[in-house]
Each structure stands twice: as C-alpha cells, then as structure tokens.
C-alpha cells in the first residue's frame, strides 16, 4: 500500500442513494440522486469543533476498555482545549463527510527519553465510527488519516510513528491493516488489572 498517493484532491464519496420525495404512489423515481459529498480530512485547531466532535468521541470512550468509568464532560473539554492547544506538538485530525465527524486521528511528538536529537511520535487516538468501521468509506477515512499523520511526523523530522493499540477492539482487522501500511510489529501491550 502506498500510502504517499492516497489523498487525491477530487475524489468523491457516494453516501446511501436518499428516497426522501419519492410518492411511491406516483412511482417517479426521478428525484433519486446519489448524495454526493466529498471525504474531507483536515485539522482541529478550534475548541469550536469540541461539541461537533463530542459524539464520536464519546463512541470511542464508550466502545473502549475504561467505558464503565463513565463520561465526564468537564474532563472530555479539559482535554479537548489541551490538545488544540498544542500545535507545535500534537497533531489532532478528523475525517468528516459533510459535516459529519465519521474518524479521527490523535498523534503527539517528543524527544526519546535518553539519546539525542531523537524525535518520536505516537499515536494516541485513533479510531472510526463504528458505522462507517465495516465499509469503503471508513477504510479510506482510516488510510487518509494515516497518511496525513506520516506525512506530518515526517515533517516533524520523527525517527518513528509508532501506535499503540489498546482499545482491545478488533485486533484481527487492526493487525492486518498496520501492517499493510508496512508498520512492523516491535512489542506488545501487556494490561495486569489492579482493579
């Protein structure tokens, strides 16, 4: 998979066919039209975006291992401005359709522990809706948003873009799609519950 040519400006997504308008009585089926809108992959750098977000962030809490935690809005928002916030080291992406959040992206960049000049960055969040999760559309949300986080690591001059899976969702499908990506498998995530 070459990741470098995924983000073709023009390309567009077909949504589902939309009957809204059609007198079945009638039987015109001149008003069904493809609804077409364009997949659109860009950066959230506005704590504007927090409540348009806050549903398929929201999913991700909810499908993930700490859901029985609950939601805490306060800390949703906390983290949110943090993120926003801090441009020069993270990178916050989101794929929308329209104006539909449908995936998104967190990755953030530092110096490695112990060497120097040693840049590393790590993706934090990273998940699609689980209704677009199985189809076309959510594969390439998942790809483009995958390619622009390379392309900005890269800009960051990182060593490495490592991500660590943890959501314990899919695992299967996760694997084959990293390392179709061409990512290598270096250590595991290993959880001891205290709790």
Known sequence: MNLSN??????QEQAP??????SPSSG???????????LQIRRVVSKHDRKRLRGLVRQVHEEGRFESSGWSEERYKKQFERL??????????VAELGECPIALMVCQIGDYLLGRDVRLATVVAFNVAKQQRN???GG?????????TLH???????WELAIHVTSGLELARTDRFLKRAKFE??????VYRLQ
């Open 135 to 137: 189809g076309l559309l």
């Open 17 to 22: 066919i939309s009957t809204s308008g059609v």
């Open 140 to 148: 390439r949300a998942a790809t483009r948003l995958l390619a622009e």
């Open 152 to 158: 900005w690591a890269r800009s960051k001059q990182a």
């Open 28 to 38: 015109s089926f001149s008003d069904l039209r493809p609804n077409r809108q364009k």
């Open 84 to 93: 926003v916030g801090n441009q020069d080291s993270t990178l916050f992406l």
């Open 6 to 11: 995924i983000d073709e400006p023009n390309e």
């Open 185 to 190: 498998v270096v250590g595991g995530n290993y």
